[in-house]
């Protein structure tokens, strides 16, 4: 079974050299770094909380619950499952390395891996579909056949992670023995290549295929509405506004492309280096290592934000959702004002130069009431206002507060 980055590495691994003897590597008691794991700490907290704020506003939004958006929930539940398990495991490995940690860990971020790759693999491919085949496009992405897609993309991420489980066992994770276990290591070593072309080569080489004819198709479309129908601004130049657009696609598709394919290389790169070390001097810096595994774990927090976030839609009920929040907040702390605060007001808005005012503005909806009395009774010509030019007491002059 294979292992990576600080988990694979023997005692004196930070020293940049290799322990090899006849059991396999020797290791220490923990490989726990705090200036690496402590940031995987907070990468995971990050992730759980952006991913499970995208599952809530879908299973909130009735808008939001399309054929497009249960593709970036199923990948949004991986990614929740990868800072839930993955992440803290890793760092926990690291921290006790227990063998059975470790090797469940390992299957599990096989799994992450796979699933991830096939999920952005199929929401390429719809997207493909959208822009290329609009008028097929209802007949063909159907909601049967998305949710069966999205099962079978489980189901064989599942399949493909625990297979490598029928030839190893949890015993043997901390020993590489190059010497006396050839046919476990070529197994392994071709188990790893087919995961390598299978589960991300091949998919991402349909994803960048796909990509560059959407980005053509979108450039022409986008060219030809820029010349027909773009106004012209005051200096008589064209509107840049749809180039615009079509320069932030083009970043976020590069952005989405090269993180990803950087992040995940890695992965294959390092697992396919493990069983090449017995043989072969190739291996990665132990620093290369855990820069590329952060990056890998990364790709879980980045998700939500180039492939939901960036979503009109979901941007859209994130918006609506802080801005209610915001504006109950602000109800309730305007209803929860100090009393005293309110009566000095009160007390204030009486004028000085009115002493009836003492009598009838107690508050200022009743002041506002009386007021509009007033001013209708003047309108319809009642009695009322006449009745309040009578000279007030002295009594009532004297307890008239002093502002």
């Not at 690496?36 to 939004?61: A, K, M, Q």
């Not at 986008?222 to 180039?243: D, E, L, T, Y």
């Not at 990056?295 to 959702?321: E, G, Q």
Request: net charge positive; hydrophobic share 45%.
């Amino acid at each position: 079974m294979e292992t990576f980055n600080r988990n694979s590495e023997p005692a004196n691994a930070m020293n940049g050299s290799l322990n090899w003897n006849e059991t396999g590597f020797v290791f220490p008691s923990t490989m726990f770094y705090a200036p690496y794991d402590g940031p995987l700490i907070l990468l995971s907290i990050l992730i759980i909380l952006i991913n499970s704020l995208v599952i809530y506003l879908f299973c909130t939004r009735e808008s939001l619950q399309t054929k497009t958006n249960s593709l970036l929930i199923s990948l949004a539940v991986t990614d929740l499952l990868n800072g839930l398990f993955s992440v803290p495991a890793t760092v926990l490995c690291n921290l006790i390395l227990d063998r059975n940690l470790c090797y469940a860990n390992t299957v599990f971020n096989r799994f992450v891996s796979i699933s991830t790759m096939y999920h952005i693999c199929v929401i390429t491919l719809e997207r493909y579909i959208y822009v290329l085949y609009p008028m097929k496009y209802i007949h063909i992405v159907t909601a049967p056949r998305l949710l069966n897609l999205i099962l079978t993309v489980w189901l064989f991420s599942i399949f493909v992670a625990t297979i490598q489980t029928a030839w190893t066992s949890p015993e043997r994770f901390f020993i590489l023995n190059p010497g006396n276990d050839t046919l476990s290591l070529k197994i392994n070593l071709v188990y790893s290549s087919f995961c390598a072309v299978v589960c991300f080569f091949i998919p991402l080489i349909i994803m960048i295929v796909s990509y560059t004819r959407m980005m053509i198709v979108i450039h022409r479309q986008i060219k030809g509405i820029h010349v027909q129908n773009c106004p012209r601004n005051a200096s008589g130049s064209p509107n840049r506004s749809p180039m615009a657009t079509e320069a932030r696609a083009v970043l976020i598709f590069a952005a989405m492309l090269t993180i990803f394919t950087v992040a995940w290389t890695s992965w294959y790169i390092t697992s396919l280096e493990l069983y090449l070390r017995g043989s072969t001097s190739i291996r990665l810096p132990i620093q290369v290592d855990d820069f590329f595994e952060f990056l890998r774990f990364s790709v879980s927090f980045l998700n939500p934000i180039l492939y939901t976030f960036l979503k009109k839609d979901f941007s859209r009920a994130l918006t609506s959702m802080l801005k209610r929040n915001f504006l109950a907040n602000d109800s309730d702390s305007s209803n929860l004002r100090p009393v005293k605060r309110r009566n000095n007001l009160q007390v204030s808005y009486k004028s000085t130069s009115n002493p009836r005012s003492s009598r009838t503005s107690t508050s200022f909806v009743e002041h506002g009431d009386v007021t509009n009395n007033n001013m209708s009774n003047v309108i319809n010509g009642n009695a009322h206002g006449r009745e309040n030019d009578k000279p007030e007491t002295d009594e009532a002059t004297e307890q008239q507060p002093v502002l």
